[in-house]
């Protein structure tokens, strides 16, 4: 089984989204199962609903789960095998108060050396401290695991000190649950960020500490820089999916896009659907990758040319299909559905005369409207009976009817959308 494992502490990051589609990918072409598991053990950080808004995100982007879990759901099973532990001699109670540890530690870092937790510290608080945590005895051995992208990994014991694994308050910490589940639910592969690297030598050492013999395969993503180079924070609008969404890229393209990064995919333009019959973990790109919202923007709008003109409507809020077509054509000049949905709203905003040749070409139109004349079927009768109606032509007649037809001097031509203009024309040149 494979798994995603978001946390509900806030909105759903492109890496995080990243991780889900490979390990769903990974799953399918596996026919293992993929699971959903809402790690809620940070009860302090935890933001009510966004569970929910994690999960219909990627029913969204079609990340349909074959289970679905809460971590809290297992913290009774945690604590009982934190207390075996301690029963087995490979865990114990440390009652050092918070202020005792930072004083170790100002006290390495004054020394110029790494902080080490010392299990001799372990009872050395215990008169005035009743709430002790559990930790897990350090490695004695240095552990070592096969990355399925970064190659071998080898943590000396000396980096892995004895660590908490069940809180003051009974919590759970991050480590000890994940450890637990994933072999709760007999997860076979770990697909995620590279942040996690070193949390896996804990995972492994928790694991081994009660005789867990399955072998688990790793993966860790590079992590995904900002246009400065930076690794992409909350700070950075384009790590949430969120917002790429409420800017108008589409589910796919950004799919499309993350499975491109460090990549190279057979083709450019491609479904998740089909990233499931070529794609290979092993041929990403080691290193970095830059979050390029230009190509986003490109791949968007290559997905949105392969819409249909109903789904094209649909998505822009209309049952016209003439919408539909219409925002087709602009798409020689937009990218997203926002932009599209600018362009749509200008045509039908309300035009500002500016002369004395716009008036005169707009009552000449109304005029057409009213007499419900034949020329208005094609856009070559319509010029002619502009011509014929203004003695205007040239720049004269083609720039005002173009603000008064679009809301702008700029476009695409005329003739390609007076087609679909033709069926609004009362609408568009409202006063």
């Known amino acids: 089984m494979l798994r995603f494992a978001p946390s509900p502490t806030g909105d759903l990051h492109i890496g995080n989204l990243r991780a889900a589609i490979l390990n769903y990918i990974i799953a399918k072409q ?5 699971l959903i598991r809402i790690e809620d053990t940070d009860s302090a950080r935890n933001i009510q609903g966004k569970d929910k808004e994690i999960l219909g995100l990627l029913n969204l982007f079609g990340l349909l789960w074959d289970r679905l879990v809460y971590q809290s759901e297992n ?18 109670y440390c009652y050092c108060t918070k202020e005792f540890l930072a004083a170790k530690k100002e006290e390495a870092i004054k020394e110029g050396r790494a902080f080490r937790y010392d299990d001799s510290w372990a009872l050395l608080c215990k008169d005035v401290n009743n709430k ?15 990355d399925e992208i970064k190659g071998e990994c080898s943590f000396n014991q000396n980096e892995i000190d004895s660590f908490v694994i069940i809180r003051e308050d009974g919590i759970p910490t991050y480590n000890f649950a994940c450890s637990i589940d994933d072999m709760i639910y007999d997860i076979s592969y770990i697909i995620r960020g590279e942040d996690h690297t070193s949390n896996t030598p804990k995972q492994i050492l928790i694991r081994n500490s009660l005789g867990y013999l399955k072998e688990i395969k790793h993966a860790h993503l590079p992590i ?3 246009k400065f180079g930076k690794k992409m924070s909350k700070r950075d609008n384009e790590s949430s999916v969120n917002w790429l969404l409420e ?11 993350l499975l491109s990064m460090g990549n190279k995919p057979k083709e450019e333009i491609f479904a998740l659907k089909d990233a499931i019959a070529w794609f290979d973990i092993k041929t990403l790109s080691k290193s970095p990758v830059k979050f390029d919202i230009d190509q ?29 077509a219409l925002a087709k054509v602009y798409l020689e000049e937009a990218s997203t559905l926002n932009e599209l949905r600018d362009k749509i709203s200008l045509i039908f905003s309300k035009k500002e005369i500016s002369d004395e040749n716009m008036k005169l070409i707009k009552d000449s139109i109304m005029k057409l409207i009213d007499e419900d004349s034949k020329s208005l ?36 031509l005329l003739n390609d959308i007076y087609i679909y203009l033709r069926f609004y024309l009362k609408e568009i040149l409202r006063s």
């Not at 913290?75 to 114990?92: C, G, M, T």
């Not at 800017?247 to 896009?257: C, D, K, M, R, V």
């Not at 011509?387 to 720039?399: V, W």
């Open 224 to 226: 995904i820089l900002n």
């Open 296 to 324: 986003l923007r490109h791949i968007n709008r290559e997905h949105l040319k392969r819409l249909n003109i109903k789904d094209m409507a649909n998505l822009l809020e209309s049952q016209d299909l003439s919408i539909g």
């Open 30 to 34: 596996t026919n293992q199962e993929f």
């Open 132 to 146: 002790p945590v559990i930790r897990l005895k350090g490695a004695t051995d240095s552990i070592s695991f096969f």
């Open 75 to 92: 913290f009774k099973q945690h604590n009982i095998i934190a207390n075996e532990l301690i029963k087995a001699n490979k865990a114990f």
């Open 377 to 412: 079927e094609d856009f070559n009768s319509f010029k002619s009976a502009l011509i014929a109606l203004t003695n205007l032509n040239g720049k004269a007649l083609f720039h005002p009817l173009r603000y008064l037809l679009t809301g702008s001097y700029n476009g695409p």
């Open 247 to 257: 800017q108008g890229f589409l589910p796919q393209a950004i799919i499309n896009y």
